[in-house]
């Protein structure tokens, strides 16, 4: 991983990164690209928690190097592999990723995608908002939460490891 790699980010990074006034240094750093589905789950709070601070879609728009849209095959190749353990925006990008021929990473700090991607054998194309915040040398103004962290990435990934996921 590296300054300027493309990185597929998942509507609770969105609004991790964004709480934590990180996302404009991760935007400034990466190429950031998600889909539609999780610019709108950001907008519709489906997947937001009580203390989410509001993103205004212009701004994430402009944050964000591509917003693909997604196609039902592209879905239907993530149903083969496991796909009703995912919500939408997880599928999507998941989907999205699979239909790729380029590098990507992806950070989506949820079990079930991490999960995902691991049964999809892509374990090494999976980063941490730790990980790339460490790559490019920023501290965010309020401190990460355990599931952006590698360790907990590491414990998920044993876990699924061990069939315990």
Request: glycine share 6%; charged share 25%.
């Amino acid at each position: 991983m590296k300054a300027g790699d493309i990185v597929l980010v998942d509507t609770t990074l969105i609004i991790e990164a964004h709480n934590t006034g990180c996302l404009t240094a991760l935007a400034a750093a990466f190429r950031l690209q998600t889909v539609e589905t999780c610019v709108r789950e950001t907008q519709d709070g489906s997947a937001t928690r009580a203390d989410h601070l509001r993103i205004d879609e212009g701004e994430l728009r402009a944050q964000i190097n591509a917003v693909h849209a997604v196609t039902d095959a592209e879905r239907a190749v993530v149903a083969a592999i496991d796909g009703p353990i995912l919500d939408d925006g997880e599928r999507d990008l998941w989907a999205h990723a699979l239909a790729r021929t380029d590098a990507w990473i992806l950070c989506g700090p949820d079990k079930a995608s991490m999960r995902f991607g691991y049964k999809a054998s892509m374990r090494a194309r999976l980063v941490t908002l730790e990980a790339l915040l460490r790559e490019i040398g920023h501290t965010p103004k309020v401190p990460i939460r355990a599931h952006y962290r590698q360790e907990w990435l590491d414990d998920v990934m044993t876990n699924c490891v061990l069939g315990l996921l």
